[in-house]
């Protein structure tokens, strides 16, 4: 085009070629060129834009954002292993179907996804994306966004939420009944729920329940109340087998798996307490600054059992015998806020945060540090997976979630959450009744 007809004539020109290049986006070379799916789009290359890859048991869902195109542009979908170079063909698709499902994938083998939009001038620049699909299902109570998340094995994506809850505080899962435990601070509720994330009970034993633990023998969930100093035993079902009040700000619990008894940590007493599974003291503990996280250790062949306990206020570690006989302390880990046991060798990882910066430390049985990965900025809660030893955190200044390799390395950050309090691991596979990025909002609150 000339610049003939003056300036004013050349703008009406100029916008009205462009508004006719949005509106057809094909024909001529000018107007081809405004197509972003088109490979030579200067700002776009023909990329396609919004690409996500989210994992599960044995298959990776991949979506794409969609154009109205006429002709319809085909999607070619490659993809390779991570330390494969070669992309196969996976699929050829229309750019309108928006959604793909691979079902060859196999667990614990991280895949590239490149995928191209192919139009009349040929292929685009290619959008590349991974996952690592595997069979656990990773729950998260996300308080800021009053939901329970169901994030991707590989911490890639946020699967579904479940929308139904008021500020979910802590979560947890029986491995015994298979079901999983949520405390709803706000609402004084703990929901039973099974493994689909379905609502099965619900218990207003206490007014704000916090903090969670369940008994790995025999089922059934410890809960916390620091607001009233109390804590509860429930059973699966809805049976209150145990009450106790009288403590002191109860923000961590352990369960003692040789007779169902839970050890409590009193915040503001500085103290441990224990308690029989029908709700009698016996035992109690001085001598914390501000004790927040507890973890119990069966012991194994040559170990005896032992509980750790993550004083805040001291900023280290305590480990006791079963009876709460102190065997020893490790300084050193500022701001330490929780504290689990691997089941599977007695290992214990270690979340600290204190003055905006966080870690993440895993020690050997005996106390000994084997490494620590710093990130997490407010890292509040720990999950273990059995399987792979492989940890989970929730990131409550951070908004964000964890995971962290038993080697310490990968760690990978998902973001752009709420505010997570808490997260469970259930080993899987679980079958959900969840397509990718369902939300679900049916099941109203249990109590305002």
């Known amino acids: 085009m000339t610049a003939a007809g003056g300036p004013g004539v050349h703008g009406i020109r100029t916008a009205l070629l462009a508004g006719a290049a949005v509106a057809l986006l094909a024909g001529c070379s000018t107007r081809e ?13 023909g990329r396609l834009q919004d690409v996500t890859a989210t994992a599960a048991h044995s298959r990776v869902s991949l979506s794409w954002s969609v154009f109205a195109f006429s002709p319809t542009p085909q999607l070619l979908l490659e993809r390779a292993e991570t330390n ?3 992309f196969a063909t996976l699929a050829s698709v229309p750019l309108t179907r928006a959604g793909f499902v691979d079902t060859t994938a196999r667990d614990g083998v991280q895949y590239v996804y490149r995928l191209r939009a192919v139009t009349a001038s040929g292929p685009g620049l290619p959008t590349e994306v991974t996952a690592t699909p595997g069979p656990e299902v990773v729950w998260l109570a996300d308080a800021g966004r009053d939901r329970l998340a ?7 994506a946020v ?8 500020f979910p505080s802590d979560v947890a899962w029986d491995a015994v009944t298979g079901e999983l435990w949520l405390a709803n601070t706000f609402d004084g509720v703990v929901a039973e729920l099974d493994s689909a994330g379905n609502v099965r009970a619900t218990h207003t034993a206490l007014d704000y329940p916090r903090a969670l633990a369940v008994d790995p023998r025999r089922g059934g969930c ?4 620091d607001h009233a100093g109390t804590v509860a035993l429930l059973a699966p079902g809805g049976q209150l087998l145990a009450r106790a009040t009288g403590f002191a700000g109860p923000v961590g619990l352990a369960v003692d798996p040789s007779d169902g008894g839970a050890w409590v940590a009193e915040a503001d007493a ?11 003291r016996v035992v109690s503990r001085r001598g914390f600054a501000q004790p927040e996280g507890l973890a119990f250790d069966p012991g194994g062949p040559h170990d005896p059992p032992s509980l750790w306990v993550a004083d805040f206020g001291a900023d280290q570690l305590v480990r006791l015998d079963a009876d ?27 979340a600290c945060s204190k003055s905006g910066a966080g870690s993440v430390s895993r020690l050997s049985r005996e106390g000994r540090v084997l490494w620590t990965v710093e990130g997490p900025v407010n890292p509040v809660a720990l999950a273990v997976n059995p399987a792979d030893q492989s940890v989970w955190v929730a990131d409550a200044a951070d908004n964000a979630a964890w995971k962290i390799a038993a080697s310490g390395s990968p760690a990978r ?13 259930v080993p899987g596979p679980v079958a959900l009744p969840f397509a990718p990025g369902a939300v679900a909002r049916a099941a109203p609150r249990v109590k305002n």
């Open 33 to 45: 060129r405004s197509n972003p799916l088109d490979p030579l789009n200067p700002d776009t290359g």
């Open 84 to 86: 494969d170079p070669v």
């Open 150 to 156: 169901v994030l991707a094995p590989d911490c890639g």
């Open 159 to 166: 699967r579904a939420s479940l929308e139904v809850f008021n």
């Open 222 to 225: 410890w809960v916390a109340d």
């Open 270 to 280: 500085g103290r441990i307490t224990r308690v029989r599974r029908d709700g009698t």
């Open 324 to 350: 709460g006989v102190e065997r020893y302390r490790l300084v050193g880990f500022p701001g330490v806020l929780d504290v689990i046991v691997d089941p599977a060798d007695g290992s214990v990882w270690v």
């Open 413 to 425: 950050r998902l973001g752009d959450l709420g505010y997570p309090l808490g997260i469970a691991v």
